[in-house]
């Protein structure tokens, strides 16, 4: 699924912000979202790390219907457990107990360069995000080192074949 996109200029302040902030707050600025892959990812290796194995990837956005990487729609990845792991194209973080919180690393997602960087800052802290307890709605950020830190908002509507979490 590789494609050349051009990519338009990112503000210093989504490369480096220096708090993500409220999920309430700035809510103009929410224009991605994001839907649950309709199974669970088995995770390994190729999951964990950045190759050039991008399969899981490739059918879990197949699956939500998302057919270009120019689409402002991304899709959650769970694993056995029904943890989230990881996002297609990004790290997700999800406010959780009033802080942002980013999937454990032994939930089998990758540990990319901006996930280690929000984590060093103190702009989020790792949990346990079971895929059951996303909320129609919620903001979520997203962040990747081509796009930088942008917010998102879950939809059900959107989820990966027949629109609910899984059981």
């Known amino acids: 699924m590789s494609q050349i996109r051009p ?4 503000p210093l ?3 480096f912000p220096i708090d993500l ?3 309430e707050d700035r809510p103009d600025e929410v224009g991605w979202t994001v839907c649950l892959d309709r199974r669970p990812t088995e ?7 950045k190759t050039w194995d991008r399969s899981f990837y490739d059918r879990a956005r197949a699956s939500a219907g998302i057919l ?28 959780r107990n009033g802080k942002w919180t980013t999937p ?10 901006t996930r280690r960087w929000a984590l060093e800052r103190g702009l989020c802290v790792e949990g346990n ?7 129609e709605g919620e903001v979520i950020w997203l962040s990747n080192a081509v796009r930088g830190y942008y917010r998102a908002r879950y939809t059900v509507e959107h989820n990966a074949t027949n629109g609910t979490p899984p059981d």
Not at 7 to 10: C, E, F, G, K
């Open 104 to 113: 454990r690393s032994d939930s089998g997602g990758q540990q990319g360069t």
């Open 43 to 49: 995770t390994g290796a190729g999951t964990m790390y």
């Open 21 to 23: 902030g409220h999920p």
């Open 13 to 15: 302040d989504h490369l």
């Open 68 to 95: 270009t990487f120019m689409e402002l729609r991304e899709v959650l990845l769970y694993n056995e457990d029904e943890e989230i792991m990881d996002a297609s194209i990004s790290t997700p973080y999800f406010f």
């Open 7 to 10: 990519i338009p200029r990112i």
């Open 129 to 135: 995000v079971i895929a059951t307890d996303l909320r």
